[in-house]
């Protein structure tokens, strides 16, 4: 599988370290059902968009509340192909936000569009909606909202503003499985929805997968042609496709460990409950509680104006920590000075010095986040510290 914390840009942790992500974790505590999903694609015969993949489709989609779910080989090539899918064309404008994985802006700019961004809201962390219709303009095309670290966007407020200036809302969940508005799943809002598989995300595949929702049958028919060479009748191309299939084998681990997806997310909001009372007077500031949300907490990522000394401090007690991310998209040398948008960025500037994430995933020991606890009660910046409700207590549809 390869070196995954290096993947996630950890700091090199201690051979005992208590990491920020480990799906082999997850593999082997599940490794009995996965390899009998996997013996089953083996003796079936079929591996090529077959029951495997269309069963996870349905059972993805019923999950959300969605109509309609297609499954593609990665999260980069869902969001593309839901771009592709809505209507947007080479040229047109998609506005997004900086503070997300670059790929947000990959998929964007792979299909001939081009990026805009707006600046976040500083608690949710998602687009600031109150700065969108300023963002938009007769080429704006499409609104990419993200749901980062697993936080719902403030999608009531992004899709009034779509409606009116007529743009295609395509809802980047990447980091979402689960997350959810008024008790409504992030990724049934938007005309079409991208979510990744990649093996750290909350449903996490053995490998790259991805899945784009939406409640159009339109907007389906299209997926399903543009993720197979444009055919809608096999060897037929009535448009220009791309190879982008979901694997049967990787549809075969999903679909197992969509079963446990809900009980392991609840494990995670525990655990950042314990996170966010540890937290209390030290001066880091926790994830902030939005009003009728349920994070999905892929990612505990806590605010400190010391960050790098915060680091270090937990390093020496084997704690690994990571920077999601360690310099915004704008300013990263392949779209410095190129991206509109870039130079109102304020909140998003302010916010890259302080980020940091701790471990918080559900193959965390008991004794191990009693660790961190302690480490993160011992710690005090010399500032004012930040009293703020604990995520806990005001985050509802927590238990």
Known sequence: MGNMATDIGLQPPRPSAIQVADPGAEVRSDREIILAAIERVLCGG?????????????????????????GVASGTDALALALKATGVEPGDEVVTVSHTAVATIV???????????????????????????????????????????????????????????????????????????????????????????????????????????????????????????????????????????????QAAILRVKLCHLDRRNQKRRTIAERYCDALISTGAVSPYAIPDTTHAMHLFVLESNMRDSLAGYLSEAGIATALHYPIPVHRQPAYVGRIAGADRLPVTEALYERLLTIPCHPDLTDEQVQVVCERLQAWSEPTSPVIQPPFHRSQGALS
């Open 46 to 70: 079929h591996y090529i968009l077959g029951r495997e993949v269309e069963s996870f489709e349905k059972e993805w989609a019923g999950y959300l509340g969605a109509c309609n779910c297609v």
């Open 107 to 249: 998929a964007i700019e792979a299909i001939g569009a081009i990026p805009v961004f707006v600046d976040i809201d500083p608690r949710s962390r998602c687009m600031d909606p109150n700065l969108l219709r300023a963002a938009i303009t007769p080429r704006t095309r499409a609104i990419v909202p993200v749901h980062i670290y697993g936080q719902p966007a403030a999608m009531e407020q992004i899709l009034c503003v779509a409606r009116q200036c007529r743009c295609f809302v395509i809802e980047d969940c990447a980091q979402a499985h689960g997350a959810a508005i008024g008790g409504r799943k992030v990724g049934t809002f938007g005309d079409a929805a991208a979510f990744s598989f990649y093996p750290t995300k909350n449903l996490g595949a053995i490998g790259d997968a991805g899945a784009v929702v939406s409640n159009d049958g339109t907007i389906d028919a299209r997926l399903r042609s543009l993720r197979q060479y444009g055919w809608r009748e096999r060897y037929v191309s009535d448009e220009i496709g791309i190879n982008s299939r979901l694997d049967e084998l």
